[in-house]
């Protein structure tokens, strides 16, 4: 029981993070006319900071990341099932806070720091998009701290795949990757547009993803006993 309780932490703590400083961030960027770098930046060094400060207990943050670390079984069913509880309700918790603390015309307008996705792009292009950018930042999660041989770069890997995604699509689907992230602003908002796509693209993008590095890339066979914490050698 304690360790299922330390684990529901460390993945609250670190999703309500993640969902606070970027929504925040998306909010003060359109209060204050700044940029996407700056945006990026926020989400990145935040994934990086706090993945770092949990990567021993697990640190996924991502409803994402769990799903496909399940199938390859880098995580057991019942602890991916505490982890995505966790995650979704870290989120939704960070969006609920800054709905209290922000101005109300700001929350609304940027519907509590969520992804949009731009009229430009269609919904096949959006769900590519989201697909892909999770497939890159899944293979560097398992290239910088899943793999045996992997650098010990504690959650930088991670958060600078986050920052270069963001850089890339940002604009156009929110770069979002992250169901959890999504989902958490949208219930706050009460504005669920795309949800499906914000929730399928990155599950099937990090599915794919774990599938094909522990295919064709390790060598190793999993153990799911370590919970599938981003810090623990195989």
Partial sequence: MRDSIRHFLAEFIGTFAL??????AIMQATQSGGNLVAVALAHGLVLAVFVS????IGAHFNPAVTIGMLV?????????????VAQVAGATAAAFTLKFAFPA?????????GQQISLDITSAQAFTLEMVATMLI???????????RAPRIGGFGYGLAMTVVYLAIGNLTGASVNPARSFGPAFASG??????????????????????YEKLLLTDEPEPADHGALGSQP
């Fill in 19 to 24: 969902t606070f400083v970027g929504s925040a």
């Fill in 53 to 56: 400060a949990f990567m021993h």
């Fill in 72 to 84: 390859v079984r880098r995580i057991e069913p019942v602890m991916a099932g505490l982890y995505v």
């Fill in 105 to 113: 015309a700001l929350f609304a307008a940027t519907r509590a720091g």
């Fill in 138 to 148: 899944v293979w560097v999660i398992f290239g910088t701290a899943i793999d045996h």
């Fill in 191 to 212: 504005i669920y547009e795309a949800q499906g796509i914000y929730w399928l693209a990155p599950i099937t993008g990090a599915i794919l993803a774990a599938l094909i």
